[in-house]
């Protein structure tokens, strides 16, 4: 009798648990904060991973190959599974290496595991690691609040080492790659879930209150009432055939989103530099690329001239003050105007595939208050031959959403969402789960 109803009881008990286990609830969106760290200007993340579940801190990494995380020092987990040499885990990831592990078994050292390359590309260092899953729960979106938390309980990421996280934020454990891979976050969260292969960043200049990536489609609001998934402007992904990353194998393509730019302006004046830079050659060099790892935007050294150049001289009457690095032009700020956009300054255009689609830069995004009395031009020489010309850094791509779309291969930018009187700081993350 007491058997029994013991029996009944854990049967009830097994019944519930999968019920709570197994729910029909398939997201549409998930939703990540993101923060932005005053000492290292990185955007700072956050992932609940492994059995049992602990906040992971991550630096977001826009072009990165895949999530990953250091398993040197203080990875316990009893959910964690390196990929076996050759099974489907390896082939997906295109880690067709095969590696042993002479020290005793932990995560991050056994036998018969692919690898791959973990880097830190804030610092461009980079060191083999194994490939392995573990659990990562999320908070799932309707695209106006947080809503259930649901789980990927085979999320493939990277092993890194605790060496590999010099130069990254205090606190932060590994780097959450968005990049145009088959196990990028965006690609693994879509796949899961089933949901469009699109996703969107909208990161936020203040370093108190939480920007927002969104995994999967609009709507994705910010208060008051602005869905910032309407009314964006679309340009082509362009696809780097050749690997941008520290350490690659040949025939490996970038994971790093390149746009088109096909000339600047600035007040509306074209700036007179070498176009050929702006494409990309056969061997993967030039380009416009997209970084979350460079806080202000890197120009190739004679595209810096000339833009520095052209900007000083639609601003002749207002007097310059010593340039403050890493910058190159500055400006007494009280000479210059504020508006809803930013400092009253000439626009910067990126002309993008046809003269008609630009992405217009205003002052919130060009300009950086170095302190009270100054302001400069927040863009910063790259030198002579670097491998892409332009890279848009992360200051001119706060307050802006970016939604990436692979399926399409294209993105589709907002400009500044101070313009309709929000800012990426509004994504309402009180949960109504
Ligand atoms: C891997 O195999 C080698 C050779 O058999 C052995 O010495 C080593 O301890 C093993 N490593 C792990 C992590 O099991
Ligand atoms: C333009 O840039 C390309 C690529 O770096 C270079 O080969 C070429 O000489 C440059 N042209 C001029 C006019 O400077
Ligand atoms: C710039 O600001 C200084 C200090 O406020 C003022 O004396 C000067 O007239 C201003 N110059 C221009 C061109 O606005
Ligand atoms: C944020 O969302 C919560 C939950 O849906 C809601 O109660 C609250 O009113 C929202 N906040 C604002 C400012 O609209």
Redesign the pocket.
């Given at each position: 009798m007491a058997y029994s109803s013991l029996s009944t009881l854990l049967l009830s008990l097994l019944l519930l648990s999968s019920a709570v286990a197994q729910p029909s609830f398939r997201p549409k969106a998930l939703v990540l904060p993101v923060t932005k760290d005053s000492s290292t200007l990185q955007y700072l993340t956050h992932l609940n991973q492994r059995t049992p579940l602990v906040p992971v801190s991550l630096t977001l990494d826009l072009g990165g190959q895949f999530l990953w995380v250091d398993c040197d020092q203080g990875y316990v987990s009893s959910s964690y599974s390196p990929a076996r040499c050759r099974s489907a885990q390896c082939s997906l990831a295109g880690a067709d290496s095969c590696g042993?592990?002479?020290?005793?078994?932990?995560p991050g050292?056994?036998?018969?595991t692919c690898g791959l390359f973990p880097a830190n590309t804030v610092t461009r260092t980079a060191t083999g690691g194994e490939l392995a899953s573990d659990v990562v729960s999320i908070q799932s979106t309707n695209g106006e609040n947080p809503g259930r938390v649901v789980s990927v309980p085979k999320l493939l990421f990277v092993c890194g080492s605790t060496f590999l996280l010099e130069g990254l934020a205090s606190g932060v454990k590994g780097m959450a790659g968005l990049g145009r891979t088959r196990i990028s976050l965006p690609s693994q969260f879509s796949s899961s879930f089933s949901f469009p292969r699109k996703f969107a960043i909208c990161l936020t200049s203040s370093t108190r209150s939480n920007g927002v990536v969104f995994f999967g489609d609009g709507p994705y609001f910010f208060l008051p009432n602005t869905d910032a998934s309407e009314s964006l402007i679309y340009t082509p992904l362009i696809l780097n055939p050749v690997s941008t990353a520290a350490v690659f194998s040949q025939g490996d393509a970038s994971s790093d989103y390149f746009i088109g730019v096909k000339s600047i302006k600035i007040n509306e004046k074209r700036v007179n530099i070498n176009t050929t830079l702006l494409s990309i050659d056969s061997e993967g060099v030039g380009g416009t690329k997209i970084s979350t790892v460079n806080p202000y935007t890197v120009l190739e050294s004679s595209i810096f001239k000339a833009v520095t150049e052209a900007f000083a001289q639609s601003l002749s009457k207002i007097p310059k003050v010593e340039a403050v690095a890493p910058f190159g032009l500055c400006f007494n700020s009280k000479n210059i105007s504020s508006t809803r956009v930013g400092p009253g300054v000439p626009s910067i255009d990126l002309v993008l595939q046809s003269e008609s689609v630009f992405w217009r830069i205003f002052g919130a995004n060009s300009m950086v208050q170095v302190s009270d009395e100054v302001l400069c031009l927040g863009f910063v020489d790259g030198g002579v031959n670097p491998r892409t010309s332009i890279v848009i850094g992360g200051y001119q791509i706060e307050d802006n959403l970016l939604q990436f779309d692979l399926a399409r291969s294209r993105l589709g930018f907002s400009s500044s969402l101070l313009f309709r009187q929000t800012t990426c700081a509004n994504f309402n993350f009180t949960s109504n789960a």
């Amino acid at each position: 009798m007491a058997y029994s109803s013991l029996s009944t009881l854990l049967l009830s008990l097994l019944l519930l648990s999968s019920a709570v286990a197994q729910p029909s609830f398939r997201p549409k969106a998930l939703v990540l904060p993101v923060t932005k760290d005053s000492s290292t200007l990185q955007y700072l993340t956050h992932l609940n991973q492994r059995t049992p579940l602990v906040p992971v801190s991550l630096t977001l990494d826009l072009g990165g190959q895949f999530l990953w995380v250091d398993c040197d020092q203080g990875y316990v987990s009893s959910s964690y599974s390196p990929a076996r040499c050759r099974s489907a885990q390896c082939s997906l990831a295109g880690a067709d290496s095969c590696g042993q592990c002479f020290s005793a078994p932990r995560p991050g050292c056994n036998n018969n595991t692919c690898g791959l390359f973990p880097a830190n590309t804030v610092t461009r260092t980079a060191t083999g690691g194994e490939l392995a899953s573990d659990v990562v729960s999320i908070q799932s979106t309707n695209g106006e609040n947080p809503g259930r938390v649901v789980s990927v309980p085979k999320l493939l990421f990277v092993c890194g080492s605790t060496f590999l996280l010099e130069g990254l934020a205090s606190g932060v454990k590994g780097m959450a790659g968005l990049g145009r891979t088959r196990i990028s976050l965006p690609s693994q969260f879509s796949s899961s879930f089933s949901f469009p292969r699109k996703f969107a960043i909208c990161l936020t200049s203040s370093t108190r209150s939480n920007g927002v990536v969104f995994f999967g489609d609009g709507p994705y609001f910010f208060l008051p009432n602005t869905d910032a998934s309407e009314s964006l402007i679309y340009t082509p992904l362009i696809l780097n055939p050749v690997s941008t990353a520290a350490v690659f194998s040949q025939g490996d393509a970038s994971s790093d989103y390149f746009i088109g730019v096909k000339s600047i302006k600035i007040n509306e004046k074209r700036v007179n530099i070498n176009t050929t830079l702006l494409s990309i050659d056969s061997e993967g060099v030039g380009g416009t690329k997209i970084s979350t790892v460079n806080p202000y935007t890197v120009l190739e050294s004679s595209i810096f001239k000339a833009v520095t150049e052209a900007f000083a001289q639609s601003l002749s009457k207002i007097p310059k003050v010593e340039a403050v690095a890493p910058f190159g032009l500055c400006f007494n700020s009280k000479n210059i105007s504020s508006t809803r956009v930013g400092p009253g300054v000439p626009s910067i255009d990126l002309v993008l595939q046809s003269e008609s689609v630009f992405w217009r830069i205003f002052g919130a995004n060009s300009m950086v208050q170095v302190s009270d009395e100054v302001l400069c031009l927040g863009f910063v020489d790259g030198g002579v031959n670097p491998r892409t010309s332009i890279v848009i850094g992360g200051y001119q791509i706060e307050d802006n959403l970016l939604q990436f779309d692979l399926a399409r291969s294209r993105l589709g930018f907002s400009s500044s969402l101070l313009f309709r009187q929000t800012t990426c700081a509004n994504f309402n993350f009180t949960s109504n789960a």
